[in-house]
């Protein structure tokens, strides 16, 4: 049984920096990835990293946004800069186990059945 358990949202003003962590207990070689949902709005991607470390960003993120893995803690971190109030909304972490690489996509990751899904942390951007 994967466990997946989002940590580090909160509220800051915009050009602001947040670090989200997620860990994902009982998970090894996982696809894994952050989408947010912002109220009123469908959950969107925003970062993802597959086993091979491929990566792949929304493009309203890119530059302001960096996913990493600490494969010793099996821990995945978003580090979250120059954050615009649009970058408020509910960040879920996922974690889906692949068979290849390749398949790590939004997509994948958002709509497949085996997707794990932490309870979400919210992350609040004042202007």
């Known amino acids: 049984q994967v466990q997946v358990e989002e940590s580090g949202g909160g509220s800051v003003q915009a050009g602001g920096s947040l670090r989200l962590s997620c860990v994902a207990r009982?998970?090894?070689?996982?696809?894994m990835g952050w989408f947010r949902q912002a109220p009123g709005k469908e959950r969107e991607g925003v970062a993802l990293?597959?086993?091979?470390?491929?990566?792949r960003y929304a493009d309203s993120v890119k530059g302001r946004f960096s996913i990493s893995i600490d494969n010793a803690e099996n821990t995945l971190h978003l580090e979250m800069n120059s954050l615009k109030p649009e970058d408020t909304a509910m960040y879920y972490c996922?974690?889906?186990?692949?068979?290849?690489?390749?398949?790590?996509?939004?997509?994948?990751?958002?709509?497949?059945?085996?997707?794990?899904w932490g309870q979400g942390t919210q992350v609040t951007v004042s202007s």
């Open positions: 990293l597959g086993t091979s470390g491929n990566i």
């Open positions: 996922s974690a889906l186990n692949l068979l290849y690489s390749s398949q790590c996509t939004f997509q994948n990751l958002g709509t497949m059945k085996g997707t794990h």
């Open positions: 009982g998970s090894s070689r996982y696809c």
